[in-house]
């Protein structure tokens, strides 16, 4: 999509920056298709110099982002580096950014959240962090009558974030159940694209098999002394 690019009135407009495609995919998936807790576009890029780019960090010309969500690991440029970035941009009004990591290291929460950031997620991204999205992001109402963004208020003595509970589950068995789950669903979207080739291999393989036989006679035809050369169709 172009940046500028207009989306309907209370679409949440999200920058997804992973360099993990299936990461990057399971989160496009679940952000689509959760509707509950309101409708996400989302821009997926697969690094964070892309997602300056994007954004007008380097050229100064600033496009419509609602939130960034980032992982935090990233080669070159790190999610924690983006997101300094991102603050530095526009201090009077930044653009909220959530944070994912695979880790749940309490400095690296803690460390984020001092920078600005809006929340911390710990991957796998699960159905029910959508909503703690939608509620950290700008394009919510004024008055939103969920709970407010789960993240660790920058004015008292920042303790360990409110979703440490969650980043406990995420590795637990139930999150490594979740964590299948979402690479069921990406292996199953590429398996329905890949099911219409299904029928020209099969072609290919009566074609190649056609041929051999052919071979075969007219090498039997040649030479009728000769033994069968492919013991397997012979037998």
């Known amino acids: ?6 989306v309907e009135e209370g679409v949440t407009r999200v920058l997804l920056v992973d360099d993990s495609p299936v990461d990057r995919r399971v989160a496009q ?43 935090y690991c990233m080669p070159e440029m790190t999610g924690y580096d983006l997101l300094k ?27 984020c959240l001092n920078a600005g950031a809006e929340d911390f997620i710990v991957k796998p991204l699960q159905s029910k962090d959508v909503q703690r999205l939608r509620n950290c992001s700008s394009a919510r109402p004024p008055k939103c009558p969920s709970a407010p963004c789960e993240a660790v208020s920058k004015r008292k003595p920042l303790p360990l974030p409110s979703n440490h509970a969650a980043a406990v589950d995420a590795a637990s068995p139930s999150g490594r159940r979740a964590h299948f789950a979402g690479v069921a669903m990406v292996l199953h979207s590429s398996s329905v694209e890949l099911s219409q080739y299904f029928p020209l291999l099969f072609k290919l393989v009566l074609l190649l098999y056609a041929v051999l036989c052919l071979g075969e006679l007219l090498l039997r035809r040649r030479s009728p002394s000769s033994g069968c050369s492919l013991s397997l169709w012979c037998a």
């Open 29 to 71: 998936l679940l952000l689509t298709a959760n509707s509950c807790a309101g409708s996400f576009h989302v821009i997926a890029v697969d690094s964070a110099k892309k997602a300056m780019e994007f954004l007008g960090l380097k050229d100064g010309k600033e496009q419509a982002i609602d939130m960034v969500l980032t992982d």
């Open 1 to 6: 999509m172009a940046g500028g690019a207009e």
């Open 85 to 111: 970035a991102i603050k530095a941009l526009n201090p009077l009004k930044p653009i909220p950014v959530v944070v994912m990591s695979s880790e749940n290291e309490p400095q690296r929460i803690s460390r």
